[in-house]
């Protein structure tokens, strides 16, 4: 069966600073992996994906992953956080032979000033 | 554009009552879903549906009832409310049934049972 894990439950960078949160998947077959984020009492939207083709994908607000096949990882980062990435960010994945979606915990991302 | 709407936003229950949580999309959405969202767990499948008519149970469906009269709106049903159904549910929509497409999620409902 496919499992999601995000390294972290929360993980804390001061502005500016390097933000990498980590997802890794199991998957017999390639899979499609996302990015989702969560502000405070919203619901998800789609940071980013990876399909097919390239492996380092960019995303909206500065973001971008790189799917790594050798690593089963699809790890997210932003070169300077801002105090608006402040979120929770969960990593999906889905098969192609089977459309549902498995999410992994999330990672509260705290921004320090 | 409105998207998924959900309602109500908040809701207290007392063990036993019942209710109904509401679902609507305005994209034409074949797919929607019920997820809830627990501390540490990530988002559970609870029932889906791929079209008017057709609906199925997800990872965690005991407790909870759906249906799809019109492509428009999927409601979730709690028949006797329990303590550990107190989550945060969310609803969301996708264009097509595969496995690239985005899902569009509602701003959640808060439940509480007490």
């Known amino acids: 069966a496919q499992s999601v894990t995000q390294l972290g439950s929360h993980v804390s960078v001061s502005e500016g600073a390097l933000v990498l949160l980590r997802c890794n998947y199991s998957?017999?077959?390639?899979?499609?992996l996302f990015w989702y984020v969560q502000y405070p009492n919203q619901g998800l939207q789609l940071l980013l994906k990876?399909?097919?083709?390239a492996t380092l994908v960019k995303g909206i607000n500065g973001f971008e992953a790189e799917f790594k096949k050798s690593e089963t990882s699809f790890h997210l980062t932003k070169p300077s956080a801002h105090m608006s990435d402040a979120a929770e960010y969960f990593c999906?994945?889905?098969?192609?032979?089977?459309?549902?979606?498995?999410w992994g915990a999330g990672t509260k991302l705290i921004i320090k000033p | 554009n409105a998207g998924v709407t959900q309602t109500p936003k908040f809701q207290v229950l007392k063990t036993g009552q019942s209710m109904t949580l509401q679902c609507a999309q305005d994209?034409?959405?074949?797919?929607m879903s019920w997820y809830r969202q627990d501390p540490g767990m990530g988002l559970r499948l609870i029932h889906y549906?791929?079209?008017?008519?057709?609906?199925d149970q997800g990872e965690v469906p005991n407790g909870y009832n759906v249906s799809r009269s019109t492509t428009e709106d999927f409601p979730l049903r709690l028949l006797s409310a329990a303590p550990s159904q107190t989550s945060v549910y969310f609803c969301?929509?996708?264009?097509?049934?595969?496995?690239?497409?985005?899902?569009?999620f509602g701003q959640g409902t808060r439940l509480t049972v007490v």
């Open positions: 969301a929509s996708s264009y097509r049934l595969d496995s690239n497409t985005e899902a569009f």
């Open positions: 994209m034409n959405h074949e797919y």
């Open positions: 549906s791929v079209g008017a008519g057709i609906t």
């Open positions: 998957s017999s077959v390639p899979p499609y």
């Open positions: 990876y399909t097919t083709g």
């Open positions: 999906a994945v889905s098969e192609g032979s089977n459309y549902q979606l498995i």
